[in-house]
C-alpha cells in the first residue's frame, strides 16, 4: 500500500525559503522508474506540476519556477525534499507530493492529502 | 509549457452521460498515449480514474471512460450520480526536459 505525506511550515513570510518534506511508504525510490513528485494548488485554482525526482536522481522542474526550486531524496528515509526560494503571496497553495511508476503511465498515481502553505507577513 | 484546455463547467442530470475535453497539442497530448484524469472533490486531494488514455485502476467505476483524438483527449461519465459531483483535471506527459502538463480544470454539476 502506497502513501505519501507532506510536512513543513503553514506559514511562511515573503522572501523567505520553504521546505517541504514528503515522508512516503510502500515503495522504494531506488527501484527504476519510480518517480515522486511536487504539485500545488492555489486556492479556488488548477493543479500546477513543481518538481520531479526520479529513481536514478534524475530532476525536473517546471520552466517557470525552475530558478527558484529543489528537489532531493533521501532514499534510506524515504523521504523527498522541495525548497522553494523567495516566497511571494502568490505562492500561496496545497502542496501535494505524488508518486509516479510504470503501473500507472509514469504520471502521478498515488497522492498525499496536501499541506497548505500561507505566504503573509 | 502551457495547460490543457478545459472547459470550465459541465453540467448533466443524474444518468445522462457527459464528456469533459482536454486539449493540448503535439507536444503533448498528440505526441504520448500517457494521459490522466483525475477526481477532486472539495478539500481532497485528487484521485486517478484514468490513465493511458483510457484505462481505469482497479476500483474506479466502469462509469469513467477516456479516448484521445489528435491533440484532444476526452473523459466520459456515463450514468451520472451526486457522486460525481466533483472537479476533474487531465494530465498529460509532456516529454523528458519538462514531463507533466496539467489542465485547467473542469468543474462538474449534477443536475
Known amino acids: 500500500q502506497i502513501t505519501l505525506k507532506e510536512s513543513g511550515p503553514t506559514l511562511v513570510k515573503p522572501t523567505q525559503t520553504l521546505t517541504l518534506t514528503c515522508t512516503f511508504s510502500g515503495f522504494s525510490l531506488s527501484t527504476s522508474g519510480v518517480g515522486v513528485g511536487w504539485i500545488r494548488q492555489p486556492p479556488g485554482k488548477a493543479l500546477e506540476w513543481l518538481a520531479l525526482i526520479y529513481w536514478d536522481d534524475d530532476k525536473r522542474y517546471s520552466p517557470s519556477l525552475k530558478s527558484r526550486l529543489t528537489i532531493t531524496k533521501d532514499t534510506s528515509k524515504n523521504q523527498v525534499v522541495l525548497t522553494m526560494t523567495n516566497m511571494d503571496p502568490v505562492d500561496t497553495a496545497t502542496y501535494y507530493c505524488?508518486?509516479?511508476?510504470?503501473?500507472?503511465?509514469?504520471?502521478?498515481?498515488?497522492w498525499g492529502q496536501g499541506t497548505l502553505v500561507t505566504v503573509s507577513s | 509549457q502551457s495547460a490543457l484546455t478545459q472547459p470550465a463547467s459541465v453540467s448533466g442530470s443524474p444518468g445522462q452521460s457527459i464528456t469533459i475535453s482536454c486539449t493540448g497539442t503535439s507536444s503533448d497530448v498528440g505526441s504520448y498515449n500517457l494521459v490522466s484524469w483525475y477526481q477532486q472533490h472539495p478539500g481532497k486531494a485528487p484521485k486517478l480514474m484514468i490513465y493511458e488514455v483510457s484505462k481505469r485502476p482497479s476500483g474506479v467505476s466502469n462509469r469513467f471512460s477516456g479516448s484521445k483524438s489528435g491533440n484532444t483527449a476526452s473523459l466520459t461519465i456515463s450514468g451520472l450520480q451526486a457522486e460525481d459531483e466533483a472537479d476533474y483535471y487531465c494530465?498529460?506527459?509532456?516529454?523528458?526536459?519538462?514531463?507533466?502538463?496539467f489542465g485547467t480544470g473542469t468543474k462538474v454539476t449534477v443536475l
Open positions: 505524488a508518486h509516479s511508476g510504470y503501473s500507472y503511465g509514469y504520471l502521478p498515481d498515488y
Open positions: 494530465c498529460s506527459y509532456a516529454g523528458s526536459s519538462s514531463p507533466y502538463v
